[in-house]
């Protein structure tokens, strides 16, 4: 069963994909540690093919990395009684904490808007809202607000013409992930276009993770709160008392 | 030299450097002026994109810390009226328990912003106000230095039941009062991050009757215990205490403390008084106009859940 369904597989797949994308990246695992900056990842790679490359239009390279994802409160302020109030709230079922798609051509020229839908590419594909409140009438606004907020953090990335292809075969970008990342795999795909058209999809992932100490504070904190905020105050009244017997000692000194 | 921290719990990259000098320049204004300084940190951390959950539950952490000392210090010169402490405490751990639940449903409806704001322009401007003119006309009446509060020997306070024999304050008067400045104390520190020391100061002193030597170490005295209650409830229901951010605050400002308390003593009482107003005023008066101004973005974004 199962070697009937691998036959079926590779028969299905080897005549579909006259052209294969081969990549790697820099690093597969980010890791936060107390004194992380954000990390710059490389992403390289190279186009398989077993007959000449095709001449009808020329390769272009996506590269699209997918932070986990949650979902959002999106709430907007109002003015009422004097001051500045939120009031309306959209629920957004899914949006990537991280997003960034670099390119080696402009986003809506090198793939179909109905490839786009397919695949979720561009960064308004990737966030999915099932529905506003009925009294809502323009929750496009909240999904704006969703890109334009992040965009300003550095949280999602339109990089459009920073993938290098030389020879219709290489290709090569390098993506910076902010300070601010939050935890998970992060989802990377590439994918290769020829008039539009997705031909092929590489997907891999990188594993963000804080370590060391880090890991550990947040664990404690979350799985063992009580102990957790007696240390926290245990440490902060020990750190305070320390720090005021040496100046206490310095001053007698002194 | 840049030095970033990323803050395991805030999960932001922020500059140890700044953190450090803003625990340094708040504790200057601490040692100066003889307060907490949690109503000035608490905003601070807002304005560097400390999220503001993380703010009041770090900042009520890092006053444990700070007052510490302070209380260690009073107890030595037995200037803690325990019995009065211990009033104003369970009133305190009621009044934290309270404002916790509070905070927590405001978080769901996305009203808490709001709320810790507008806590903050209402008691400031109150304090500060009232801090302003009295120091004013203190300054005028230059040939009486200082303003000695009296006592009033008879008010409404003396008619309420249950009465108590409060030794060290020299004070025979119902738990009451004590108890409901307690609880309203015990609300604004879980709200608003701060320790409540300028509520509870002026409270002891104009409405209890309490002699000036024994106010700030009681204060401090309830301020540990239910401080303490409050990071102990962010953090198990919250999961908000920032340990690192708790304690590079407090580094920086046990270092600002000495500091300020050296400029402290240079300067006149009422001088310091009306600076500490201003202070406060203008505090106040920033938080008031991101109420009031229409905001570069009207637009935030919040954690989903709720489904």
Redesign the interface.
């Known amino acids: 069963m199962l070697l009937r369904a691998l036959f079926f597989c590779l028969a299905f797949a080897l005549p579909t994909h006259a052209e294969q994308v081969v990549a790697g990246l820099s690093q597969n695992r980010v890791a936060i540690t107390a004194n992380f900056d954000g990390s710059e990842i490389l992403i390289f790679g190279a186009v398989q093919r077993e007959t000449p490359a095709p001449t009808f239009a020329p390769l272009e390279v996506i590269v699209a990395i997918s932070g986990p994802s949650h979902a959002v409160t999106v709430r907007r302020k109002t003015h009422q009684y004097g001051i500045w109030v939120n009031t309306d709230a959209v629920e957004v079922d899914e949006a990537p904490t991280f997003y960034a798609v670099a390119t080696s051509g402009p986003l809506d020229e090198i793939l179909l808007e109905t490839e786009d839908l397919r695949h979720h590419i561009s960064v308004n594909r990737a966030i999915r809202s099932v529905g506003a409140p009925e009294e809502i009438s323009d929750s496009e606004a909240f999904t704006d607000a969703i890109i334009r907020i992040r965009m300003n953090n550095g949280l999602y990335q339109t990089l459009d013409n920073t993938v290098e292809v030389s020879e219709e075969t290489l290709f090569n970008t390098s993506i910076a992930l902010p300070a601010n990342l939050t935890e998970g795999d992060y989802t990377t795909r590439i994918f290769l276009t020829r008039g539009g058209e997705v031909i092929d999809v590489f997907e891999t992932s990188i594993d963000v993770r804080k370590v060391g100490l880090e890991r550990w504070v947040y664990n404690l904190a979350h799985e063992q709160p009580l102990i957790y905020g007696l240390l926290s105050l245990f440490i902060a009244i020990a750190a305070g008392w320390g720090a005021s017997a040496f100046f206490r000692f310095l001053n007698l000194r002194g | 030299m840049p ?4 803050l ?2 805030a ?3 922020v500059n140890a450097f700044l953190l450090l000098g803003l625990g340094g320049l708040v504790g200057i204004l601490s040692g100066m002026f003889g307060v907490g300084g949690g109503f000035l940190m608490t905003p601070l951390l807002f304005f560097i994109g400390i999220p503001p959950a993380v703010a009041v539950a770090t900042e009520a ?2 006053i ?3 007052s ?2 302070g209380v ?1 210090a009073h107890v030595k010169r037995r200037t803690v009226d325990f019995r009065m402490g211990t009033v104003l405490l369970i009133g305190g751990l009621i009044g934290a328990a309270f404002g916790v639940q509070l905070f927590n449903y405001l978080k769901s409806l ?2 808490v ?2 709320l810790v704001k507008l806590s903050y322009v209402i008691f400031l401007g109150i304090i500060g106000g009232l801090m302003f003119i009295e120091s004013l006309n203190a300054i005028r009446r230059a040939n009486k230095p200082g303003v000695v509060a009296k006592r009033k020997k008879h008010n409404w306070i003396h008619n309420l039941p249950i009465k108590m024999k409060f030794r060290t304050s020299g004070l025979y008067i119902s738990v009451i009062p004590p108890a409901l400045v307690g609880v309203f104390v015990g609300v604004l520190s879980a709200i608003m991050g701060v320790g409540g020391g300028f509520i509870m100061v002026p409270a002891m002193i104009y409405l209890l009757g309490m002699p000036t030597k024994v106010v700030v170490g009681t204060s401090l005295f309830q301020i540990i215990f239910v401080t ?1 209650f409050t ?2 409830l ?3 229901t919250n ?1 908000t ?1 920032d ?2 951010l ?2 590079l605050l ?2 920086g ?3 600002g ?2 500091i300020g308390a050296r400029i402290g003593v240079k300067l006149k009482a009422e001088q310091l008084r009306i600076l500490l107003a201003l202070m406060v005023l203008a505090v106040c008066g920033k938080i008031a106009l991101e ?5 570069s ?11």
Do not use: R
């Open positions: 030095m970033q921290i990323y395991p719990i999960e932001v990259s952490n890092q444990v810390a700070s510490f000392s260690l996305g009203q912003d709001l303490a990071t102990l962010h953090a198990t999961y205490v340990m690192a708790a304690v407090l580094v400002g046990v270092i403390a000495q109420l009031l101004l229409q905001p973005e009207l637009y935030s974004l919040g954690a989903g859940g709720g489904h």
